[in-house]
């Protein structure tokens, strides 16, 4: 008889109830009218807040189905394009003889998906495209997860879609950078009038794919026509054209706004870096540096340096794997850090360790920390050893 009174607690009590379900919720909701409509705002943001779509006629048709539904529409926050089963099965698809899919807004259902961002989906404003596994050079008869692309562009600059946050990742399960098809993408698209007012709205920006001469201009355009960006994330592969598209970032990009900055995988040289930073020094607040080698000629120290003295917004850093080419490349340690574990219990503190594999010499290749002490922690950052010349494994403590 007591679960009789389960769908008469408050909605807030049933809400946090519903936090801790998977799905169960589902399962809770079919118990009764009262609990479906007790946890639906729980149960909306869960499974509606991002939706997905490969382009085919079949997804198209769910998103569309979902947008008629007025309750459940306003939930949706972002649209992530996946490549699952193949790209754009069901519909037809026209193309260049150069490459590119031509007016794609003349497929029905795409025109039709336009309308519903526009119109039905207002609160999406968030996009994913996602690609696990190369692409390799398919023929062109077939649409590839590059195509995809193309559509998005297309699609988001006929609409004017004030977008907020987009996210390009070419990247398998290792975090291994794949690369685009350049050939399927429309040229010089970054200079059309439409997109620039579109993609200045933009204030979080994930770009995660192998730098190559041929996407160089594309992915380089796409963070500096982004000039109120809040976040920016870049995994390119370390090697040198990656030293050199971060030298013409840090030449041309101002970020007056930028309070998120993560580099993964990627090289840079020192003055480049010291002038990156320093365009957005008054509003950094986190920085993450995973895998990033400095070119020959180049340190760590006065960066390290610089960091624990002007950043007086920073609270958060994340700093491993920082490779150092001076004298010779090897990997930077920080023997200071584990002589401080009070930090690791005071309050409003949060300190992660990652150690090499070595048993015996223990040794620090890594720190995340967050809290009030980040000047003290920075300090410790600049006493850095290099004992390290292969690349070892790690594990947190």
């Known amino acids: 008889m007591k679960g009789l009174y389960f769908p008469s607690l408050p909605?807030?009590?049933?809400?946090?109830?519903?936090?801790?379900?998977?799905?169960?919720?589902?399962?809770?909701?079919?118990?009764?009218?009262?609990?479906?409509?007790?946890?639906?705002?729980?149960?909306?943001?869960?499974?509606?807040?991002?939706?997905?779509?490969?382009?085919?006629?079949?997804?198209?048709?769910?998103?569309?189905?979902?947008?008629?539904?007025?309750?459940?529409?306003?939930?949706?926050?972002?649209?992530?394009?996946?490549?699952?089963?193949?790209?754009?099965r069901g519909l037809v698809w026209d193309r260049h003889p150069w490459g590119p899919i031509s007016a794609p807004l003349e497929v029905e259902a795409i025109r039709s998906l336009r309308d519903n961002l526009i119109q039905n989906l207002t609160n999406c404003r968030s996009f994913f495209i996602f690609c696990r596994y190369p692409e390799g050079h398919p023929d062109m008869n077939h649409v590839t997860i590059t195509d995809a692309v193309a559509v998005f562009f297309a699609?988001?600059?006929?609409?004017?879609?004030?977008?907020?946050?987009?996210?390009?990742?070419?990247?398998?399960?290792?975090?291994?950078?794949?690369?685009?098809?350049m050939r399927?993408?429309?040229?010089?698209?970054?200079?059309?009038?439409?997109?620039?007012?579109?993609w200045g709205n933009l204030q979080k920006l994930s770009l995660e794919q192998y730098l190559t001469l041929d996407n160089f201009g594309f992915l380089l355009e796409l963070v500096l026509s982004a000039p109120n960006l809040q976040t920016l994330l870049l995994n390119l592969g370390s090697h040198d054209l990656a030293a050199e598209f971060m030298h013409e970032l840090a030449e041309s990009a101002s970020f007056s706004q930028l309070r998120e900055l993560a580099l993964f995988r990627t090289s840079m040289r020192g003055p480049d870096l010291h002038k990156l930073l320093g365009n957005i020094r008054p509003n950094l607040t986190s920085l993450t540096l995973y895998h990033v080698s400095l070119a020959p000629g180049s340190d760590w120290a006065p960066f390290l340096e610089e960091l624990s003295q002007g950043f007086l917004a920073l609270q958060s850093i994340s700093l491993y794997y920082?490779?150092?080419?001076?004298?010779?490349?090897?990997?930077?340690?920080?023997?200071?850090?584990?002589?401080?574990?009070?930090?690791?219990?005071?309050?409003?503190?949060?300190?992660?360790?990652?150690?090499?594999?070595?048993?015996?010499t223990p040794t620090v290749l890594g720190v995340?920390?967050?809290?009030?002490?980040?000047?003290?922690?920075?300090?410790?950052?600049q006493k850095t050893e290099r004992p390290c010349s292969q690349m070892e494994q790690f594990t947190p403590m």
């Open 11 to 88: 909605v807030e009590l049933i809400e946090l109830i519903s936090s801790f379900l998977d799905n169960d919720l589902v399962a809770l909701r079919l118990v009764c009218r009262e609990l479906q409509r007790k946890t639906f705002h729980h149960f909306a943001q869960r499974f509606f807040s991002s939706i997905k779509t490969d382009l085919s006629g079949d997804s198209l048709r769910r998103i569309d189905a979902l947008s008629q539904n007025i309750a459940l529409r306003p939930y949706v926050n972002g649209l992530a394009f996946m490549l699952q089963n193949g790209v754009g």
């Open 155 to 181: 699609l988001v600059v006929d609409a004017r879609l004030p977008v907020t946050s987009f996210h390009l990742i070419y990247a398998n399960k290792y975090s291994r950078t794949l690369i685009m098809d």
């Open 184 to 198: 399927r993408l429309p040229k010089l698209l970054y200079r059309q009038p439409e997109f620039k007012l579109v």
């Open 322 to 360: 920082l490779w150092a080419s001076t004298p010779v490349k090897d990997l930077l340690t920080f023997p200071d850090i584990p002589k401080t574990p009070s930090l690791c219990t005071s309050k409003g503190q949060h300190l992660n360790i990652f150690y090499s594999e070595d048993i015996k």
């Open 368 to 381: 995340e920390y967050s809290g009030s002490k980040m000047s003290h922690v920075l300090s410790l950052l």
